[in-house]
């Protein structure tokens, strides 16, 4: 199993049978190591309506007939109905054929009305579980996530200014009990800069590994 980052808090995450496709925001996006014309997609999972992370959703869901799993707001902003929807909302799991699916709260605008912002935890049937916080603020419930599963990797924001910034984001590794990090929605634009080698070392005095991906990156994930 692989996970690829594709830029900002664009993610793909391949089971061997199954591609799933987070927050797939390419157009538009200058560090995008991929265009929404050839990324691949059997699920697109979507944290929240801010256009830094629906993006190109609409499009990619039309060309690949992905099943697109987000809250009903969410569901509701495409202009085109894909061809198979999943809502869930704050709380709730389903067993999805690569696993199971939990969504979680996040602090953060939802970017449409009515919505909620939102993160997932998903504990693959290979074992592996990982979590992806969405845009977010550090709250301390982030410690009842880590009680659900055993978290082996979360992707979080590190950029500030629109979410955690680096240090916020060990304190919710910490919190979480993971045992590694892969920061994302950072240098995307300059109210985001941050020096991700700063926040590695941060994270290894806190006993978290962190995995520092280049847009176009692929890390093999394992328990
Ligand atoms: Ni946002
Ligand atoms: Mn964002």
């Known amino acids: 199993m692989t996970f690829t980052f594709y830029g ?22 200058g560090a995008a190591s991929v265009t929404a014309e050839d990324v691949p997609a059997d699920y697109i999972l979507i944290s929240h309506g801010h256009g830094d992370h629906f ?3 609409d499009a990619i869901a039309t060309r690949t007939g992905a099943e697109v799993v987000a809250i009903p707001e969410v569901l509701g902003m495409f202009t085109r109905t894909p061809a198979a929807e999943h809502p869930m909302n704050l709380g709730g ?19 449409v009305a009515g919505g909620v912002a939102c993160g997932f935890l998903i504990q693959f049937k290979n074992g592996v579980n990982f979590y992806y916080s969405g845009d977010t603020a550090l ?22 200014n629109y979410t955690m910034g680096p240090e916020d984001a060990v304190a919710a590794a ?9 920061p994302i929605h950072y240098n995307t634009w300059p109210i985001i800069a941050q020096d991700p080698e700063r926040f590695a070392a941060l994270a290894e005095e806190a006993g978290v590994a962190a995995h520092i991906l280049a847009p176009g990156e692929t890390l093999s994930l394992e328990k």
Request: glycine share 12%; hydrophobic share 45%.
């Open 55 to 57: 993006g190109d959703a």
């Open 174 to 182: 910490r919190l979480l009990g993971a045992k590694r990090v892969i």
């Open 8 to 29: 900002h808090a664009c993610f793909g995450i391949d089971t061997g049978s199954e591609k799933l496709l987070f927050d797939p925001f390419l157009t538009g996006n």
């Open 139 to 160: 709250f301390s419930d982030m410690a009842l996530i880590g009680k659900k599963a055993p978290i082996h990797y979360a992707a979080l924001p590190i950029g500030d």
């Open 93 to 111: 799991s389903v067993e999805l054929p690569f696993g199971r699916v939990t969504m979680t709260p996040a602090l953060h605008s939802a970017g």
